[in-house]
């Protein structure tokens, strides 16, 4: 598949976010089984999820690409063709594959699209072009690359590439760290990863204690590629990839939805006005991270790329505070609780497409009628219907200072 425009594959921690990132706009999802993907604090899907969720995505269009990108020993690999006869038989779309052993048991069983995961770290085109010959359609290539070199392997391997465009790095090369190993024996490359690269760290330079440099030495900035969006599409880049499994429900719905539009109005207009660039912005800045780096995509990442400072909420951000459950001009609308907020507040719903819809909430019920003042996480409560409310928008309210 030779696209004109990349697709915007978001993270899918479950099946809720599934749902979430698709009806905001991602063309694809990525998602875990159970075993052998990478991130095993993650909620993960089941094979029942699994099913629904690829049935869900081929509704809407969209597509579904399973990771296997675990490294794995001989006695996890002869449980993977049960599995793999099981992602054929839901139709996934593609899996995304770190292991030489993973990638022949997967060609050898299958017929699915078999996509080389960062993990492998390809960054040049004879390695490209070797994943090709044993039966990769696609590279995601490794974060150290920029977009002009992804492209050039897109142009003479002759296959897909696929990039991250946003979200937190790793600041060894493309997770082949060990510190989360050594730190809290937690194997990185198994989906342990403790993230040991964000804590605070002492240098020791036989300096006495009192002159010791304490800092976040390793903890990287995160990838925002948005305003590099025309050069991803001009080097022919496939696919779009947000990284953040284990992120929240709002980092799905927020990133879909903005890289989505920010995509739609490119392939309209062929430019970007710097006031939309800065409205998308704002909607990125709104969402939990750490400050902003464009990393290697377009020039080698230096030290400006380290992240040196303890992580807490920054005072542009928002958290979710519900999802709209129900939403029906006659009888309102009704929203599952997530983090509690209170009558007179200003909270606001996410709608699938254009801006937030800002509202105060001064009339607040709960499904009986009757008047709530403080809602309650876990439990419904009633608003008046507002027009472009839709049931599964995200409700975010301004974290307090
Ligand atoms: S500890 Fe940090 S650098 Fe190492 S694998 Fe985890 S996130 Fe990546």
Redesign the pocket.
Known sequence: MLNSFPEILAPAGSLDKLKVAILYGANAVYVGGQKFGLRTAAENFTLDELREGVEFAHSHGAQVYVVLNSFLHDKDLSELPDFVKFLEEIHVNAVIVSDLGVVKTVAKLSKIPIHISTQASTLNVEAAKLWKKMGATRVVVGRELSVKEAGKIKREAEIEVEMFIHGSM???YS?H?V??NFTQGRD?NRGG??????FEYSLDMGLDTQEKKKAYF?SSKDLEGLRILPEFINEGIDSLKIEGRMKSHLYAGTMSKVYSEALAYYKIHGHFLSDDLLLWESELSKVSHRAYTSASLVQKAGAESIFNERENSSDTEWQMVGKVVEANPKTGIVIEVRNAFNQGDEIEILPFVGAAIRLVTLEITDIMLRPVSRTKPSTLVKLPFVDGVEAMQLVRQKVKA
């Open positions: 790793c600041m060894a997770g760290c510190i989360s990185s990863c403790a993230h040991s690269c964000r390793m």
